[in-house]
């Protein structure tokens, strides 16, 4: 594989990524790490209902796009002209991430999560303002069925007054055998035209026209890079779209903001699932094709949040796991010797560090973006009956010399 050339002139740092993993031995092997996550967190009652799910998750087939390649979308074909201008006169765009929303059985944290999120939108000053909110996946659980997009969704998010734009996690790919994969995100986040989609039922939130599951949104001052894992636990992606993020990479405006968003995450530290090494390898394989890193990487698929700097040639990347939008159960943090884990962590020979989490409560990230700088602000619902959120974690990428600070 070809080492990434970073370009910082004499002396310059050269970063060799490991070799791509093959997703057919990752596959295979997934029964066995498993059983390994189990055993070294002393849970066989896990191992039973993991299997199992492996068993019945299987790679699916994607859907035919509903636009054309590149397949990106403008944010002004979205926006109103005046939004637009507000973004462009202020150098500012802000908006919201959130992943695994879908309020099954138990709506309340998906529900106050949404109340915050529609508080924050309503700002005097409007140049701070979210624009839009950018969803991780597992809009829907356990299956990605029409049915469902009323209760999990549209009723859910029925106030907020923004776009969204999501991306599918591995729950709205589950199908059944009368289904095709895929089916009801589809027509929900990839229509032609907007229109009001009949799984809205009485909400009046128009379809998003996203091209395809996998796209490209572009604004005036970052660029949002969308992929699509699959189902499989630790997530597939084939040749085709990788050779399409590759070219994404490439081509992305050097004067914008650079982000990638993949449903599965690249690192984590809960008990539950674990960080892909698919996904790693193949960002990895990616960034060293294009010559190109992004500023930024957002994942879902564990339910909490945590914040990592990933160390590449001198570059400190923020790849952030932000899954826990309303989901009910959270995932815990591996505890060390009994204990919890101690920020900053880092294991030995990692190529990652964790700076921060928050697995005991819901929330959602805010992120501003402007030419020069990235903010990005964690805020967890209130341990009390506050009406203001908890702001849990804040952090600074400097995008000039792409180092972290954190408050």
């Not at 695994?100 to 999120?117: C, E, P, S, W, Y």
């Not at 991306?167 to 027509?187: C, K, M, T, W, Y």
């Not at 009001?196 to 939130?205: F, H, K, N, Y």
Request: aromatic share 8%; charged share 20%.
């Amino acid at each position: 594989m070809t080492p990434l050339d970073l370009g910082f002139g004499k002396g310059r740092l050269i970063y060799r990524p490991r070799p791509l993993v093959n997703t057919v031995t990752f596959l295979a092997d997934q029964d066995d790490i498993v059983r390994r996550a189990a055993h070294e967190n002393n849970d066989t009652s896990d191992l039973a209902r993991m299997a199992a799910l492996r068993r019945l998750s299987r790679f699916q087939p994607l859907p035919k796009p509903t636009g054309e390649p590149p397949y990106h979308l403008q944010l002004q074909e979205v926006l109103a002209a005046e939004d637009i201008l507000r973004i462009t006169q202020a150098g500012k765009l802000v908006l919201h991430v959130v992943g695994d929303t879908g309020g099954l059985h138990n709506d309340a944290f998906q529900r106050r999560v949404a109340k915050f999120l529609e508080k924050d939108c309503d700002r005097p000053d409007s140049e701070n303002r979210p624009a839009f909110l950018f969803h991780l996946g597992d809009v829907i659980y356990v299956r990605g069925d029409a049915t469902s997009y009323f209760s999990q969704f549209y009723d859910a998010y029925e106030h907020y007054p923004a776009p969204i734009f999501a991306i599918p996690g591995n729950h709205d790919a589950e199908f059944n055998a009368q289904v095709p994969s895929l089916e009801a995100f589809v027509r929900n986040f990839c229509a032609p035209q907007p229109m009001q989609s009949p799984d809205a039922l009485d909400v009046e939130r128009d379809t998003m026209t996203q091209p395809n599951v996998y796209f490209t949104l572009q604004t005036p001052l970052a660029t949002i890079v969308g992929l699509y894992s699959n189902v499989p636990e630790g997530g597939i992606i084939e040749s085709d779209q990788v050779a399409w993020l590759i070219a994404e990479l490439e081509q992305a405006p050097a004067d914008r903001a650079l982000f990638v968003a993949v449903h599965h995450p690249v690192f984590s530290a809960d008990t539950h699932h674990r960080g892909s090494p698919v996904i790693k390898g193949i960002l990895e394989h990616a960034m060293s094709a294009a010559q190109r890193v992004p500023d930024l990487i957002l994942n879902g698929h564990v339910h909490n949040y945590q914040r990592y700097t990933w160390h590449i040639g001198g570059r400190e990347i923020p790849t952030l796991v932000v899954g826990a939008g309303g989901y009910r159960n959270l995932h815990s943090v591996a505890r060390l010797g009994g204990r919890p884990l101690h920020t900053p962590y880092r294991p030995e020979g990692s190529e990652a560090t964790l700076e921060a989490y928050v697995d005991d409560r819901h929330g959602f990230l805010r992120l501003e973006v402007t030419a020069t700088r990235i903010t990005g602000k964690y805020y967890a619902l209130p341990s009390d009956t506050s009406d203001r959120p908890d702001r849990m974690d804040v952090f600074h990428l400097d995008r000039a010399n792409h180092l972290l600070t954190s408050d």
